[in-house]
């Protein structure tokens, strides 16, 4: 029987389990019991992000050494898999005041993971009241992906009414959401993306998009106040060529292993941008922000949500048990927006 959950258990639930790279699979789990200052969720849906495959594989290999809280040197630290869920409360432990039981509620588990699975523990410092009008698939979409939006446009470029923004990635979890939110802060938002993609980012709101099929938008000849990468397919004086000096570059994730596991992998430009921030008195100023879980930015999402300025999009849905392939279809970057998984 396994007991990886939380290190406590009561009945049993159904979960994605892994204990060692590579392989995921459905398995019998005790329950998690809710700890002092946790809230105990009935999942109703969780979302993939590309950071289940980078745990799932152990990919880059490099991230085994930077991050031995979250990789082992033979498995993941935690045995299931998920971070983002959106679902129900069944029951709070002490300290807990603000929630209650029948409370509908969204979070990030962040490095705890667990949100594959029928319930959940999490911190009642991380998780927020689930917008109003938004489904349950939805609301399990928004908390990596629409927050590290949110950090990245509000927080670290301050965008604003009159500055004008580049997204490269902009058909992606992250990017269908950062469209949206610089929209909503008053940007001019320049997206770049796939041909496929073009209509769906439109429909998003931005205001200019670049098919990068036909069009390099390093040779636009324009410079940006605020240039988010999602993608990592660019080189860092590129990317610096195309922030107006002032302005803010941010570097957040990109890549994909396809099925092969890689030493650097998405590292390599961000450890890049870590140290030429670092050295360089020149240029614009690069940011590599940190997501972390966070009320905050919950709470920012489901203003803008409940607001009608920010909705967010979804690819495909899969049921727990399919959750593998689902990792697989995000893997292989056939995915654009949101794969959710329903509960």
Sequence with gaps: MRTDVFGCHDERMKAIYQEKYGVVGLEDVDEPVAGAGQ??????????NA??????????????????????????????????????VESVGAGVDRFQPGDEVFGDLGDA?????????????????????????????MPLAGGTALLSLRDVGRVRAGRSVLINGASGGVGTFAVQIGRALGGSVTAVCSTR????????????????????FVRLGRR??????????????????????GGTLVLSGGGTSRGRAQVFGPMRLIIGGQLVARLSRSGPRIVVPATRPSR???????????????????????????????IRYVEEEHARAKVVITV
């Design 51 to 88: 950071r289940d495959w980078h745990v799932m594989r152990g990919d880059p290999y490099l991230g085994r050494l930077l991050l031995p809280a979250v990789m082992g040197p033979r498995g993941p630290r935690r045995r299931i898999r998920g971070t983002d869920f959106a679902g129900t």
């Design 197 to 216: 993609n073009v209509e769906l980012v439109r429909s998003l709101g931005a205001d200019e998009v670049v098919d990068y099929r036909r069009s390099d």
């Design 39 to 48: 809230v105990r969720v009935r999942v109703r849906a969780a979302s993939v």
């Design 113 to 141: 993971h667990g949100a594959f699975a029928e319930y959940v523990c999490a911190s009642a410092d991380e998780i927020e009241f689930k917008p109003g009008g938004l489904s349950w698939e939805q609301a399990a979409a």
């Design 296 to 326: 905050e930015l919950l709470a920012g999402l489901r203003e803008l949500a409940e607001s009608g300025r920010l909705t967010p999009a979804i690819d495909r849905t899969y049921q727990l048990a399919e959750v593998p392939e689902a």
């Design 224 to 245: 940006f106040d605020v240039v988010v990468d999602l993608v990592g397919n660019r080189s860092l004086s590129d990317l610096r060529r195309v922030t107006a000096p």
